[in-house]
């Protein structure tokens, strides 16, 4: 047995009252009239920036727009055809440093926070957290209000991970400055898709 068992072995057996887990179908989260609405402006506020995208732009054309001086850009999804490296290609995830964009899928947001799920549809999930800048995908239709909807809307598929990101990886922990891209992406743009 591990010390992590033991340590928890013994405070198992020190538990004098124990209580049913909270019914979740009872608790009155909250809801927004506009979601989306909601959404942007959260996401906005955490330092993310969110754009609209028109039915039929050119969603690679947008990409090199933002980001004029990238050279790296990885991504494994189809419709962008300006990636030079792939998540799933690349023999290990270091290989994905140097990346200066990285375009992933979200699956819904959450209007309460400004974040968004990603599931891993990757081999290596690095380029969500390695990439200096971060371009996601998310459908313009799949906003929740709160993250009890969302949390019911997760699923893992075969490689059993996703993580919920929301705007740029910031730390204010040494001398109180904050610094922008301390342990992931330096800035996130969420390109909200057309259905």
């Not at 933002?66 to 962008?80: D, Q, R, V, W």
């Not at 375009?103 to 400004?114: H, L, Q, S």
């Amino acid at each position: 047995m591990s010390n992590k068992e033991d340590i928890l072995k013994k405070y198992r057996a020190n538990v004098r009252e124990k209580f049913d887990m909270p019914r979740l179908d009872d608790i009155k989260a909250i809801t927004y009239p506009e979601p989306l609405v909601q959404f942007v402006k959260m996401s906005e506020s955490v330092g993310g920036q969110v754009i609209e995208v028109d039915k039929g732009r050119d969603i690679n054309t947008l990409i090199k727009e933002l980001y004029p001086e990238a050279k790296e850009i990885a991504s494994n999804l189809p419709e962008i055809t300006i990636a030079t490296r792939n998540p799933d290609t690349v023999g290990r995830a270091r290989d994905l440093n140097g990346t200066d964009v990285g375009v992933i899928r979200g699956m819904f947001g959450v209007a309460e926070n400004g974040c968004i799920w990603i599931p891993q549809t990757m081999k290596e999930k690095a380029v969500c957290f390695i990439s200096e800048n971060l371009v996601i995908l998310l459908p313009k239709s799949q906003i929740v209000n709160n993250m009890h909807e969302a949390y019911r809307r997760i699923e893992f598929n075969d490689y059993g991970y996703g993580s919920f990101i929301s705007g740029p990886s910031k730390t204010a922990d040494i001398a109180q400055v904050l610094v922008m891209g301390a342990q992931a992406a330096r800035s996130v743009t969420v390109l909200l898709m057309p259905e």
